[in-house]
């Protein structure tokens, strides 16, 4: 098992930062996949960033290229997601999962976080 568990979400304006971060505990964590997902009021959960187990490779959804970032420490067993120039539309309560996959498929992760909400007012 995995226990993870997301913090740094909050209210923010339109064009500010945010960083959330993730902290897991349980199995060895750089032996896993990491990413990030969203889910916005009466949408589905979809996927934000992925980062593989060392950190080398990262994919960013089209939505947030070029303002989010997705890194890992794993001597500290953390993932975390800088999200810059933040929009309205970015409202969400935001999610880290772990998975043996590198991957932007939902399905593939079999870990979760109990999610942080962000607010990003106009």
């Known amino acids: 098992q995995v226990q993870l568990v997301e913090s740094g979400g909050g209210l923010v304006q339109a064009g500010g930062s945010l960083r959330l971060s993730c902290a897991a505990s349980?199995?060895?964590?750089?032996?896993?996949?990491m990413g990030w997902f969203r889910q916005a009021p009466g949408k589905g959960r979809e996927f934000v960033a992925a980062?593989?187990?060392?950190?080398?490779?990262?994919y960013n959804a089209d939505s947030v290229k070029g303002r989010f970032t997705i890194s890992r420490d794993n001597a500290k067993n953390t993932v975390y997601l800088q999200m810059n120039s933040l929009k309205p539309e970015d409202t969400a309560v935001y999610y880290c999962?772990?998975?043996?996959?590198?991957?932007?498929?939902?399905?593939?992760?079999?870990?979760w976080g109990q999610g942080t909400q962000v607010t990003v007012s106009s």
């Open positions: 980062i593989n187990r060392s950190g080398s490779s990262t």
């Open positions: 349980g199995r060895t964590f750089s032996n896993y996949a």
């Open positions: 999962a772990a998975g043996g996959v590198f991957a932007q498929r939902r399905s593939l992760y079999d870990y």
